[in-house]
Structure formats: structure tokens, C-alpha cells
């Protein structure tokens, strides 16, 4: 019944920042854990970073400490992802995922809910 909407993917150069964005309707948003994972071609989907449901707690893939930051705004039910200094092997389909309870987890299977996505391309 949640519904997930994922915005702001292109195609960039090495070294370039990308915000992305995701927007929640059909439920309580503020309630809900939320996270981002990403999936290369002929590669399985993979996290990337979590944020409890309140925003304090936050947790990342080492592949992009450092790089990327995961944000939320329950006043505007969206949840982003800030990344920069990208890299060529950041290159996926960037999935928004939430799941109705407030612990981070982060593995695909305790997510609840996901978008469809939104492409990044980062050339070298």
C-alpha cells in the first residue's frame, strides 16, 4: 500500500555530486525506516545506506562513507540521498526501500516496501 518514488538519477562525470529523492504516500512516514540500495547490471541489489525513522540513526555501506549521506524530511515525506565525489563504479539503479518499523536493518529481505528506481550513470 506504500508507494515509493524515486527522482533525481542522470548521468554525470567522475567526481560530480547527484541528489536523490524519494517521495512516500499511502502511510505513516514518519514511522518507517528507511534506505537505499543500488543494483548493477548482472550484479544483485546491494545496500547502500539506512536512517531510522526518527533520523538519528544512520548506517552505510563502506563502499561510500564519506561520500554519500542519507537525509530525511518527514514534514515533506521524502527521504534523500546526497552523493558526491562519484565514481564510475557507483554506476546502478538506485532503489528507495522502507519498512514499517523504526530499527535500521540492512538487508534486502528486511525491507517492506521499494520504488522502482532511478538510474546513475557516472562516466569516467
Known amino acids: 500500500q506504500v508507494q515509493l518514488v524515486e527522482s533525481g538519477g542522470g548521468l554525470v562525470q567522475a567526481g560530480d555530486s547527484l541528489r536523490l529523492s524519494c517521495a512516500a504516500s499511502?502511510?505513516?512516514?514518519?514511522?518507517?525506516?528507511m534506505g537505499w540500495f543500488r543494483q548493477a547490471p548482472g550484479k544483485e541489489r546491494e545496500f547502500v545506506a539506512v536512517?531510522?525513522?526518527?533520523?538519528?540513526?544512520?548506517r552505510y555501506a563502506d563502499s561510500v562513507k564519506g561520500r554519500f549521506t542519507i537525509s530525511r524530511d518527514n514534514a515533506k515525506n521524502t527521504v534523500y540521498l546526497q552523493m558526491n565525489s562519484l565514481k564510475p563504479e557507483d554506476t546502478a539503479v538506485y532503489y528507495c526501500?522502507?519498512?514499517?518499523?523504526?530499527?535500521?536493518?540492512?538487508?534486502?529481505?528486511?525491507?517492506?516496501?521499494w520504488g522502482k528506481g532511478t538510474q546513475v550513470t557516472v562516466s569516467s
Open positions: 526501500a522502507g519498512r514499517w518499523g523504526r530499527a535500521i536493518v540492512t538487508t534486502r529481505s528486511g525491507m517492506d516496501f
Open positions: 536512517i531510522s525513522a526518527s533520523g538519528t540513526n544512520t
Open positions: 499511502g502511510g505513516t512516514f514518519s514511522t518507517y525506516a
